[in-house]
Protein backbone atom coordinates (compact mmCIF):
# COMPACT_ATOMS: atom_id res chain seq x y z
CA UNK A 1 0.00 0.00 0.00
CA UNK A 2 2.53 2.45 1.15
CA UNK A 3 4.12 1.95 -2.28
CA UNK A 4 1.48 2.33 -4.34
CA UNK A 5 0.57 5.75 -2.40
CA UNK A 6 4.26 7.25 -3.51
CA UNK A 7 3.51 5.71 -6.92
CA UNK A 8 0.35 7.70 -7.00
CA UNK A 9 1.55 10.59 -5.58
CA UNK A 10 4.43 10.46 -8.29
CA UNK A 11 2.67 10.02 -11.29
CA UNK A 12 0.15 12.55 -9.99
CA UNK A 13 2.24 15.02 -9.81
CA UNK A 14 3.92 14.46 -13.17
CA UNK A 15 1.00 14.38 -14.40
CA UNK A 16 0.12 18.06 -13.29
CA UNK A 17 3.68 18.92 -13.91
CA UNK A 18 3.01 19.38 -17.50
CA UNK A 19 0.16 21.68 -17.66
CA UNK A 20 1.47 24.85 -19.39
CA UNK A 21 0.21 28.16 -19.14
CA UNK A 22 -2.79 28.73 -21.73
CA UNK A 23 -1.80 31.34 -24.13
CA UNK A 24 -4.83 33.37 -23.26
CA UNK A 25 -3.27 33.65 -19.69
CA UNK A 26 -0.20 35.17 -21.48
CA UNK A 27 -1.98 37.78 -23.34
CA UNK A 28 -3.47 38.84 -20.09
CA UNK A 29 -0.17 39.33 -18.86
CA UNK A 30 1.02 41.28 -21.19
CA UNK A 31 -2.24 43.26 -21.35
CA UNK A 32 -1.46 43.94 -17.48
CA UNK A 33 -1.73 48.10 -18.05
CA UNK A 34 1.51 50.08 -17.13
CA UNK A 35 -0.17 52.03 -14.43
CA UNK A 36 -2.52 49.73 -12.17
CA UNK A 37 -4.57 50.83 -9.33
CA UNK A 38 -2.45 50.67 -5.80
CA UNK A 39 -3.00 48.52 -3.77
CA UNK A 40 -2.67 48.47 0.02
CA UNK A 41 -1.74 44.65 0.14
CA UNK A 42 2.13 44.91 -0.37
CA UNK A 43 3.17 40.96 -2.09
CA UNK A 44 0.19 40.15 -1.49
CA UNK A 45 0.92 39.28 2.12
CA UNK A 46 -2.46 38.75 3.56
CA UNK A 47 -4.04 40.45 6.00
CA UNK A 48 -2.44 39.20 9.58
CA UNK A 49 1.45 39.20 7.68
CA UNK A 50 0.68 42.64 6.98
CA UNK A 51 -0.18 44.15 10.47
CA UNK A 52 2.86 42.05 12.28
CA UNK A 53 4.77 43.54 9.39
CA UNK A 54 3.81 47.16 10.31
CA UNK A 55 3.88 46.42 13.92
CA UNK A 56 7.24 45.56 13.63
CA UNK A 57 8.70 48.10 11.47
CA UNK A 58 6.57 50.90 13.70
CA UNK A 59 8.27 49.35 16.72
CA UNK A 60 11.78 49.45 15.15
CA UNK A 61 11.47 52.60 14.01
CA UNK A 62 10.42 54.06 17.61
CA UNK A 63 13.14 52.33 19.06
CA UNK A 64 15.40 53.92 16.29
CA UNK A 65 14.10 57.29 17.18
CA UNK A 66 14.70 57.30 20.66
CA UNK A 67 18.38 56.22 20.30
CA UNK A 68 18.88 58.76 18.23
CA UNK A 69 17.05 61.60 20.61
CA UNK A 70 18.79 60.22 23.28
CA UNK A 71 22.21 60.80 21.71
CA UNK A 72 22.01 63.43 19.83
CA UNK A 73 18.82 65.65 21.35
CA UNK A 74 17.39 66.01 18.16
CA UNK A 75 17.47 64.81 14.50
CA UNK A 76 15.92 67.75 12.64
CA UNK A 77 18.61 70.31 13.44
CA UNK A 78 21.23 69.88 11.50
CA UNK A 79 22.42 71.79 8.40
CA UNK A 80 23.67 71.86 5.37
CA UNK A 81 24.64 68.41 4.46
CA UNK A 82 21.17 67.78 6.88
CA UNK A 83 19.55 65.27 8.07
CA UNK A 84 16.00 65.72 5.79
CA UNK A 85 12.75 65.32 6.81
CA UNK A 86 10.75 62.89 5.47
CA UNK A 87 7.32 62.14 3.96
CA UNK A 88 4.90 59.98 4.59
CA UNK A 89 5.41 56.39 4.02
CA UNK A 90 3.39 52.91 3.94
CA UNK A 91 6.33 52.33 6.59
CA UNK A 92 8.27 54.56 9.13
CA UNK A 93 11.17 55.72 7.08
CA UNK A 94 14.24 56.38 8.57
CA UNK A 95 16.47 59.72 7.19
CA UNK A 96 19.35 59.50 5.37
CA UNK A 97 21.90 62.78 4.78
CA UNK A 98 21.84 64.24 1.10
CA UNK A 99 23.82 67.26 -0.04
CA UNK A 100 21.08 69.52 -1.53
CA UNK A 101 21.61 73.11 -2.50
CA UNK A 102 20.40 76.14 -0.23
CA UNK A 103 17.61 77.70 -0.30
CA UNK A 104 16.19 79.68 -3.62
CA UNK A 105 17.88 83.21 -4.33
CA UNK A 106 16.40 83.33 -8.11
CA UNK A 107 13.28 84.72 -9.62
CA UNK A 108 10.98 81.92 -10.65
CA UNK A 109 11.77 82.91 -14.21
CA UNK A 110 15.55 82.06 -13.97
CA UNK A 111 14.09 78.14 -13.29
CA UNK A 112 14.20 76.91 -16.55
CA UNK A 113 17.80 76.86 -16.93
CA UNK A 114 19.05 73.16 -16.25
CA UNK A 115 22.31 72.23 -17.58
CA UNK A 116 22.61 68.70 -19.30
CA UNK A 117 26.22 67.82 -19.25
CA UNK A 118 26.98 63.81 -18.35
CA UNK A 119 28.59 63.12 -15.10
CA UNK A 120 31.89 62.39 -16.18
CA UNK A 121 32.29 59.31 -14.30
CA UNK A 122 29.48 57.58 -15.84
CA UNK A 123 26.50 56.20 -14.34
CA UNK A 124 26.45 55.65 -9.93
CA UNK A 125 24.60 52.82 -8.25
CA UNK A 126 22.56 54.61 -5.23
CA UNK A 127 23.87 53.17 -2.15
CA UNK A 128 23.78 54.52 1.54
CA UNK A 129 26.35 54.72 4.29
CA UNK A 130 26.04 54.96 7.54
CA UNK A 131 23.27 57.27 7.74
CA UNK A 132 24.25 58.95 4.54
CA UNK A 133 22.64 58.36 0.92
CA UNK A 134 25.84 57.99 -1.40
CA UNK A 135 26.06 57.66 -5.26
CA UNK A 136 28.93 55.29 -6.49
CA UNK A 137 30.52 55.03 -10.17
CA UNK A 138 30.14 52.04 -11.24
CA UNK A 139 33.67 52.24 -13.12
CA UNK A 140 35.57 54.11 -10.82
CA UNK A 141 33.80 53.09 -7.49
CA UNK A 142 35.20 56.54 -5.82
CA UNK A 143 32.85 58.29 -4.50
CA UNK A 144 32.14 62.01 -5.80
CA UNK A 145 30.43 65.17 -3.94
CA UNK A 146 27.32 65.44 -5.73
CA UNK A 147 24.92 68.38 -5.09
CA UNK A 148 21.23 67.28 -5.25
CA UNK A 149 18.81 70.33 -6.41
CA UNK A 150 16.50 72.12 -2.58
CA UNK A 151 14.11 69.90 -1.25
CA UNK A 152 15.84 66.27 -2.43
CA UNK A 153 15.25 64.20 0.45
CA UNK A 154 16.71 60.48 1.64
CA UNK A 155 15.57 57.98 3.42
CA UNK A 156 15.70 54.44 4.21
CA UNK A 157 12.43 52.63 4.22
CA UNK A 158 11.88 48.44 5.01
CA UNK A 159 15.52 48.53 4.81
CA UNK A 160 15.93 49.93 1.28
CA UNK A 161 17.61 53.54 0.37
CA UNK A 162 15.19 55.73 -1.26
CA UNK A 163 15.68 59.54 -3.25
CA UNK A 164 12.79 60.97 -2.86
CA UNK A 165 11.68 64.38 -4.94
CA UNK A 166 10.37 67.53 -3.30
CA UNK A 167 7.09 66.29 -3.92
CA UNK A 168 7.61 63.48 -2.03
CA UNK A 169 7.89 61.29 -5.62
CA UNK A 170 10.07 57.94 -5.09
CA UNK A 171 13.02 58.63 -8.05
CA UNK A 172 15.46 56.12 -7.49
CA UNK A 173 16.09 53.44 -4.79
CA UNK A 174 18.79 51.42 -3.86
CA UNK A 175 20.88 49.69 -5.90
CA UNK A 176 19.45 51.61 -9.17
CA UNK A 177 22.00 52.63 -11.18
CA UNK A 178 21.67 56.36 -12.58
CA UNK A 179 23.28 58.22 -15.40
CA UNK A 180 22.90 61.79 -14.46
CA UNK A 181 23.33 65.37 -15.86
CA UNK A 182 23.69 68.49 -14.70
CA UNK A 183 27.15 70.77 -14.25
CA UNK A 184 29.86 71.00 -12.68
CA UNK A 185 29.83 74.08 -9.87
CA UNK A 186 32.20 76.37 -8.31
CA UNK A 187 33.40 74.26 -5.36
CA UNK A 188 34.02 71.30 -7.44
CA UNK A 189 30.66 69.38 -7.18
CA UNK A 190 28.66 68.18 -9.92
CA UNK A 191 24.66 69.62 -9.22
CA UNK A 192 22.72 67.09 -10.64
CA UNK A 193 19.90 68.35 -12.94
CA UNK A 194 18.55 65.60 -14.21
CA UNK A 195 18.65 61.47 -14.25
CA UNK A 196 17.70 58.86 -15.81
CA UNK A 197 16.98 55.13 -14.49
CA UNK A 198 19.34 53.04 -16.99
CA UNK A 199 18.90 50.02 -14.26
CA UNK A 200 16.47 49.22 -12.30
CA UNK B 1 29.92 78.33 -15.65
CA UNK B 2 25.84 76.60 -14.35
CA UNK B 3 24.02 78.92 -12.30
CA UNK B 4 23.49 76.81 -9.41
CA UNK B 5 19.87 78.23 -8.22
CA UNK B 6 18.34 78.42 -11.03
CA UNK B 7 19.13 74.39 -11.37
CA UNK B 8 17.63 73.96 -8.12
CA UNK B 9 14.34 75.53 -8.76
CA UNK B 10 14.05 73.66 -11.75
CA UNK B 11 14.41 70.27 -9.65
CA UNK B 12 11.42 68.45 -8.77
CA UNK B 13 9.75 68.22 -11.69
CA UNK B 14 12.03 68.10 -14.47
CA UNK B 15 14.07 65.63 -12.88
CA UNK B 16 11.14 63.43 -11.76
CA UNK B 17 9.08 63.25 -15.22
CA UNK B 18 12.66 63.42 -17.64
CA UNK B 19 13.45 59.90 -16.25
CA UNK B 20 9.76 57.96 -15.64
CA UNK B 21 8.85 57.08 -18.58
CA UNK B 22 12.30 55.59 -19.58
CA UNK B 23 12.52 53.61 -15.85
CA UNK B 24 8.81 52.70 -16.57
CA UNK B 25 9.87 51.16 -20.02
CA UNK B 26 12.59 49.74 -18.22
CA UNK B 27 10.55 47.84 -15.49
CA UNK B 28 8.36 46.67 -17.51
CA UNK B 29 10.50 44.57 -19.93
CA UNK B 30 11.68 42.93 -16.99
CA UNK B 31 8.87 42.48 -15.74
CA UNK B 32 7.60 40.85 -18.42
CA UNK B 33 10.31 39.00 -19.40
CA UNK B 34 11.04 37.34 -15.75
CA UNK B 35 6.95 36.70 -15.44
CA UNK B 36 6.09 34.92 -18.78
CA UNK B 37 9.24 32.77 -17.56
CA UNK B 38 7.68 31.45 -14.63
CA UNK B 39 4.06 31.73 -16.22
CA UNK B 40 3.80 27.95 -16.78
CA UNK B 41 5.65 26.77 -13.41
CA UNK B 42 3.22 29.29 -11.86
CA UNK B 43 -0.02 28.08 -13.34
CA UNK B 44 0.37 24.22 -13.30
CA UNK B 45 0.94 25.19 -9.09
CA UNK B 46 -1.76 27.19 -9.01
CA UNK B 47 -3.99 24.66 -10.72
CA UNK B 48 -2.65 21.97 -8.60
CA UNK B 49 -3.95 23.78 -5.34
CA UNK B 50 -6.88 24.96 -6.39
CA UNK B 51 -8.04 22.46 -8.37
CA UNK B 52 -9.84 24.29 -11.42
CA UNK B 53 -8.02 25.29 -14.27
CA UNK B 54 -10.29 28.69 -14.99
CA UNK B 55 -9.15 29.84 -11.59
CA UNK B 56 -5.60 28.82 -12.03
CA UNK B 57 -5.58 31.90 -14.67
CA UNK B 58 -7.55 34.07 -12.74
CA UNK B 59 -5.34 33.97 -9.67
CA UNK B 60 -1.62 33.83 -11.89
CA UNK B 61 -3.32 36.75 -13.64
CA UNK B 62 -3.84 38.82 -10.32
CA UNK B 63 -0.16 37.28 -8.96
CA UNK B 64 0.88 38.88 -12.34
CA UNK B 65 -1.01 42.04 -11.39
CA UNK B 66 0.21 42.08 -7.58
CA UNK B 67 3.51 41.71 -8.75
CA UNK B 68 3.87 44.78 -11.15
CA UNK B 69 1.57 47.02 -9.10
CA UNK B 70 4.80 46.13 -6.59
CA UNK B 71 7.50 46.01 -8.37
CA UNK B 72 9.43 48.91 -6.84
CA UNK B 73 9.34 46.36 -3.84
CA UNK B 74 11.30 43.79 -5.96
CA UNK B 75 15.61 45.20 -5.14
CA UNK B 76 17.04 41.72 -6.61
CA UNK B 77 15.94 40.43 -10.20
CA UNK B 78 17.76 37.25 -8.59
CA UNK B 79 14.96 36.91 -6.28
CA UNK B 80 12.24 37.13 -8.35
CA UNK B 81 11.14 33.52 -8.92
CA UNK B 82 11.06 33.12 -5.01
CA UNK B 83 9.07 36.81 -4.85
CA UNK B 84 6.83 35.90 -7.70
CA UNK B 85 6.20 32.39 -6.26
CA UNK B 86 5.43 34.02 -2.71
CA UNK B 87 2.46 35.89 -4.52
CA UNK B 88 1.32 33.21 -6.05
CA UNK B 89 1.27 31.18 -3.05
CA UNK B 90 -0.86 33.91 -1.12
CA UNK B 91 -3.12 34.74 -3.89
CA UNK B 92 -3.47 30.93 -4.04
CA UNK B 93 -4.48 31.00 -0.66
CA UNK B 94 -6.70 34.00 -0.61
CA UNK B 95 -9.09 32.18 -3.13
CA UNK B 96 -9.11 29.40 -1.13
CA UNK B 97 -10.39 31.05 2.04
CA UNK B 98 -12.94 32.83 0.05
CA UNK B 99 -13.94 30.30 -1.34
CA UNK B 100 -13.77 27.63 1.78
CA UNK B 101 -14.75 24.24 0.11
CA UNK B 102 -17.55 24.65 -1.42
CA UNK B 103 -15.57 24.73 -4.98
CA UNK B 104 -14.30 21.26 -4.11
CA UNK B 105 -17.61 19.33 -2.51
CA UNK B 106 -19.34 21.02 -5.70
CA UNK B 107 -17.06 19.33 -7.94
CA UNK B 108 -17.48 16.03 -6.26
CA UNK B 109 -21.06 16.04 -5.99
CA UNK B 110 -21.31 17.02 -9.60
CA UNK B 111 -20.00 13.21 -10.65
CA UNK B 112 -22.37 10.78 -10.18
CA UNK B 113 -20.98 6.94 -8.22
CA UNK B 114 -20.89 5.48 -12.11
CA UNK B 115 -18.67 7.93 -13.39
CA UNK B 116 -16.29 7.51 -10.47
CA UNK B 117 -16.30 4.22 -10.71
CA UNK B 118 -15.11 4.76 -14.39
CA UNK B 119 -12.45 7.49 -13.64
CA UNK B 120 -8.92 6.86 -13.92
CA UNK B 121 -8.73 4.99 -10.89
CA UNK B 122 -6.56 5.42 -8.07
CA UNK B 123 -4.77 8.33 -9.46
CA UNK B 124 -8.02 9.96 -9.70
CA UNK B 125 -8.85 8.67 -5.91
CA UNK B 126 -5.52 10.65 -4.83
CA UNK B 127 -6.57 13.39 -6.95
CA UNK B 128 -9.92 13.82 -4.59
CA UNK B 129 -7.77 13.02 -1.64
CA UNK B 130 -5.38 16.02 -2.29
CA UNK B 131 -8.90 18.11 -2.94
CA UNK B 132 -9.56 17.56 0.59
CA UNK B 133 -6.99 18.44 2.85
CA UNK B 134 -6.09 22.24 4.35
CA UNK B 135 -5.05 24.70 2.42
CA UNK B 136 -1.75 25.02 3.82
CA UNK B 137 -1.34 21.09 3.21
CA UNK B 138 -2.21 21.59 -0.18
CA UNK B 139 0.62 24.14 -0.28
CA UNK B 140 3.21 21.88 1.00
CA UNK B 141 2.28 18.94 -0.73
CA UNK B 142 2.59 21.26 -4.10
CA UNK B 143 5.80 23.12 -3.23
CA UNK B 144 7.63 19.79 -2.10
CA UNK B 145 6.31 17.32 -4.89
CA UNK B 146 5.30 19.05 -7.81
CA UNK B 147 8.41 22.16 -7.61
CA UNK B 148 10.57 20.17 -5.66
CA UNK B 149 11.41 22.62 -3.68
CA UNK B 150 13.37 22.03 -0.50
CA UNK B 151 12.49 22.69 3.37
CA UNK B 152 14.07 25.84 3.50
CA UNK B 153 12.55 27.09 -0.24
CA UNK B 154 8.78 26.15 0.99
CA UNK B 155 9.40 28.16 4.09
CA UNK B 156 10.59 30.90 2.29
CA UNK B 157 7.84 30.81 -0.35
CA UNK B 158 5.36 30.58 2.57
CA UNK B 159 6.54 32.82 5.43
CA UNK B 160 6.57 29.78 7.81
CA UNK B 161 9.69 28.08 9.94
CA UNK B 162 11.40 25.56 8.24
CA UNK B 163 10.05 23.35 11.50
CA UNK B 164 6.88 24.00 10.68
CA UNK B 165 7.17 23.26 6.60
CA UNK B 166 8.54 19.76 8.13
CA UNK B 167 5.32 19.53 10.51
CA UNK B 168 3.04 20.42 7.82
CA UNK B 169 4.04 18.07 5.24
CA UNK B 170 4.58 15.11 7.66
CA UNK B 171 0.44 15.64 8.77
CA UNK B 172 -0.13 16.52 5.16
CA UNK B 173 1.24 13.42 3.79
CA UNK B 174 -0.75 11.23 6.76
CA UNK B 175 -3.74 12.79 5.78
CA UNK B 176 -3.75 12.27 1.85
CA UNK B 177 -2.74 8.38 2.46
CA UNK B 178 -5.29 8.33 5.04
CA UNK B 179 -8.19 10.17 2.36
CA UNK B 180 -6.22 7.97 -0.28
CA UNK B 181 -6.57 4.96 1.08
CA UNK B 182 -10.01 4.72 2.50
CA UNK B 183 -10.84 5.96 -0.96
CA UNK B 184 -9.34 2.99 -2.19
CA UNK B 185 -10.97 0.67 0.64
CA UNK B 186 -14.61 2.26 0.13
CA UNK B 187 -14.10 1.54 -3.87
CA UNK B 188 -13.42 -1.87 -3.09
CA UNK B 189 -16.59 -2.27 -1.23
CA UNK B 190 -18.87 -0.63 -3.69
CA UNK B 191 -16.93 -2.75 -6.55
CA UNK B 192 -18.07 -6.07 -4.47
Given amino acids: ?200 | MMNRTAVARRGDDALVTSDSTASVATARDAFERLTQRQLDRAYRFAATILGDEEEAQDAVHDAAVRAWTHWAGLRETDRFDAWFDRIVVNVCRDRLRQAGSRRWMASLDERSGQEVAESTGDRDLLARALAQLSTDHKIVIALKFLEDQSVEEIADRTGVRSGTVKSRLHYALRELRAGYEAALRSGSRSDT
Fill in chain 1, 1 to 200: MKGDFEDELGALMSEKARLQAPAALRLRVSAIPDKVAPSDDRLGLGATTRAIAVCSVVLVAAIVVASAWLRFGSVSGAATPSTLPTTAASTAPIPLTLDTEAEWSLPPSAGLICPQARYGPGPVRVAKTGSAMVFIPRVTGVEERLVWPHGYTGRVVDGIAQLLSPSGQIVAHEGDLLELGGGLGPDGAFYVCSIEIVQP
